[in-house]
């Protein structure tokens, strides 16, 4: 279960990078998938990197967190970042959005990222579990 839970971890920290850089370098094309239409242009179009360097920072947080070995300081920041992909879905659904693309893309997304953060809470918990003495009390 481990080994799943890295794998998943790393993933959920390379995926918003991706996404990012591809709002930072290309915000048009990465917007088609995002859930509203149409995406802003002039001056407004500056939203595009404004969620690139959000979506690239958070997942580099992660990765740094996990990379030094704090799984569950890594489970925390995730479980409150499940705030991003839960406050893309409304926004999505309050602007006319794809009800598919609010709950298939945004809602997923909150309830995987939420899944592995508790499994990383929980994993510490079962660790400190196991290694507390017989008949010790907490």
């Known amino acids: 279960m ?3 839970v890295t794998v998943l971890t790393v993933l959920l920290g ?13 915000g048009h094309s990465a ?3 995002f859930g509203i ?10 939203y595009f990197p404004v969620k690139g360097i ?3 920072v958070y997942g580099l947080i992660i990765l740094v967190l ?12 995730m479980a409150l970042a499940t705030l991003i992909p839960v406050t893309d879905m409304i926004v999505v659904l309050t602007h006319d959005g794809p009800v598919a ?3 298939g893309v945004h809602g997923l997304t909150a309830v995987v990222v939420l899944f592995d953060a508790w499994l990383l809470l929980r994993e510490r918990s079962a660790v400190a579990a196991v290694a507390q003495p017989v008949g010790a009390h907490s």
């Open 2 to 4: 481990r080994r799943f």
């Open 14 to 26: 390379l995926f918003p990078i991706s996404f990012g850089l591809w709002f930072l370098f290309d």
């Open 31 to 33: 917007a088609a998938g």
């Open 37 to 46: 239409d149409p995406w802003p242009t002039g001056t407004a179009a500056g």
């Open 54 to 56: 959000r979506d690239t």
């Open 66 to 77: 996990f990379a030094l070995g704090e799984r569950r300081a890594t489970g925390i920041v």
């Open 101 to 103: 693309t609010a709950l």
